[in-house]
């Protein structure tokens, strides 16, 4: 590389700077390096006592979280009461009333007038509602599905899920606290719950190895232990009926259990006993006597009447528990009834599309509306049917009914009818409904001797409520209501009978022991098995009192 010149050719001399003052200058390095020293060691430093105070933070954190783990105490909110207790836990003295909580003196602008008629006034036909339907219900946003079918109701006024209608009757009151408080505002007690405790009981107690319930043999099928588990043994209990039907026999033992809210599927540990077993055994031992395939497909098997009570029975299980196995099978056997159904007279029989009768026909619509109460699928052709078949059978001063068309009216059949007419959608201020209600009041519990018209007339007054069901419940003067004259005639084992206690004697008309402890149980058990059909407020009537 050539070295540079200047213009008079002579080459550049190159020196290194002379520092003037090299103390100054050193201190002035030294004071650098030590002020940029300092502050990276007190970037460290700083950085150690942040993540040093980060986890003291998360620790402390973690130590009070542990603290209050060990000294709260969380209370289990759905701890409920054991309603299958055989003893008393409940307290009896409560009054019958269902005093609705109320928050403000009045709930519409103006005066009340307690002796008004329910309902909203120059209301139309129809179910009329106090209070509106809960949220979400109906066919409008949020809504479960509208069911535009005879007997749903239709509400007048405020309607829930926007624009939706109520469908009454359901199962909701069979489970947790609302079942304890049904019963309690309904005037059931702690001996009556007592009491289908001890019917459940004796039921687990004779179910057939097979998983079903027979009405003839029971007492050969008695066990030490609810099913699958115990000893099988004979007892000497007294089955009262010669007629051989495993299918109605099953029906009868699983309704009492659904009707408690207990199904196939266990219930939470320490809430009730545990029949979940053996309903689940009785159950499929349904689903697989129904026939598949044919003109018969969906049929459970014996007559109409062994057939709509099994699938009462399958259409409760599967709404109380949405289990795709049972809707199959449900839902197969509402299409069974439908298609037996006389297309003529709008009833059933014995045998499918004979001319019906009261008795059997109320069965079946109970069938399609327990059915219609879980999501089914229940034409609405059906239902107007019923409504024909009813009307048919009516007694010319309205409010009774007739075994067949033509026929004088009877208390029971008039029991069957006003059920019918209820489910149907009829007004509770009907002039027919309540000329019927005057008529089971002629024949009020406990005298009739009539197990049949005693389950169906309850009903009945259930869903009309207040002074008519308190009638009903407590007795004409408050003494030997249904409640307790049915709970009197419980069997209490006495004598070398013990393997009957907890049990009522039945004819073959009800279906023997076994029939009469389903229909005396499912009695005791109508405060929380349906919701009332008639929403109401009675609560003013009992605050004027």
């Known amino acids: 590389m050539a070295t540079p010149t200047v213009d008079n ?29 300092f502050v990276n060691i007190g970037m460290i430093v700083a950085g150690f006592v942040i993540f040093a105070l980060l986890g003291l933070n998360a620790s402390a954190g973690e130590a009070t979280d542990a603290n209050i783990d060990q000294k709260t105490e969380v209370e289990d909110i759905d701890k409920q009461q054991d309603l ?150 004979t007892d000497n209990s007294q089955p009262g009926t010669s007629r051989r039907d495993n299918v109605a026999g099953t029906a009868f033992a699983l309704l009492p259990f659904l009707a408690a809210g207990q199904t196939h599927r266990p219930p939470k540990k320490g809430t009730q006993k545990d029949y979940s077993k053996g309903i689940g055994a009785g159950l499929a031992y349904l689903a697989k006597v129904q026939s598949k395939s044919g003109e018969s497909r969906g049929f459970y098997g014996g007559s109409l009447y062994s057939h709509g009570l099994a699938t009462i029975a399958m259409c409760e299980a599967y709404g109380l528990t949405s289990d795709p196995v049972l809707k199959a099978s449900a839902q197969m056997a509402i299409n069974y009834i439908v298609s037996a159904q006389d297309p003529a007279g709008g009833g059933w029989r014995y045998a499918a599309r004979q001319a019906g009768d009261t008795s059997v026909t109320g069965w079946q619509l109970m069938a399609l509306k327990s059915g219609q109460m879980s999501g089914l699928i229940v034409p609405k052709t059906a239902l107007k049917l019923v409504e024909k078949y009813l009307d048919s059978c009516e007694s010319s001063s309205k409010g009774g009914y007739g075994y067949v068309p033509g026929s004088g009216e009877t208390p029971a059949m008039t029991a069957v009818g006003l059920l019918c007419r209820q489910y149907l959608g009829v007004n509770p201020r009907n002039p027919g409904l309540l000329a019927g209600i005057e008529k089971l009041k002629a024949s009020p519990p406990g005298k009739t001797g009539n197990l049949y018209y005693e389950y169906y007339a309850t009903q009945v007054m259930h869903h009309m409520g207040g002074e008519t069901w308190e009638f009903w419940n407590l007795g004409p003067d408050r003494k030997m209501g249904i409640r307790d004259s049915l709970i009197a005639k419980q069997d209490k084992g006495a004598g070398n009978r013990q393997a009957q206690a907890g049990t009522w004697a039945g004819d073959e008309h009800v279906g023997g022991r076994l029939g009469a402890t389903s229909l005396s149980l499912l009695t005791l058990e109508v405060y929380y098995r349906h919701l009332p059909l008639y929403r109401r407020d009675t609560g003013v009537m009992k605050e004027m009192k």
């Open 9 to 37: 050719g002579r080459r550049p001399i190159v020196t290194t700077p002379e520092i003037d003052n090299f103390g100054v200058g050193l201190i002035k390095f030294i004071g650098v390096w030590l002020l940029s020293a």
């Open 84 to 233: 299958t207790n055989t003893d008393l836990g409940l307290d009896d003295t409560l009054t019958t009333q269902y005093n609705v909580d109320r928050i403000e003196d009045f709930s519409v602008p103006g005066k009340v007038d307690p002796t008004a008629p329910i309902g909203i006034d120059k209301a139309p036909e129809g179910p009329p509602m106090t209070l509106p339907p809960p949220p979400g219900s109906g066919g409008g946003t949020g809504g479960a599905p509208m069911m535009a079918d005879s007997g749903t109701g239709s509400a007048f006024g405020t309607l829930g899920g926007q624009g939706g209608i109520y469908n009454m009757g359901g199962f909701g009151g069979r489970s947790g606290a609302t079942r304890e408080k049904m019963l309690q505002e309904g005037g059931g007690n702690s001996i009556s719950e007592a009491a289908v405790a001890k019917g459940l009981e004796w039921l687990a107690l004779h179910q057939h190895q097979e998983g079903y319930w027979s009405l003839n043999e029971f007492n050969k099928h008695a066990r030490t232990a609810p099913w699958p588990a115990g000893k099988v043994q």
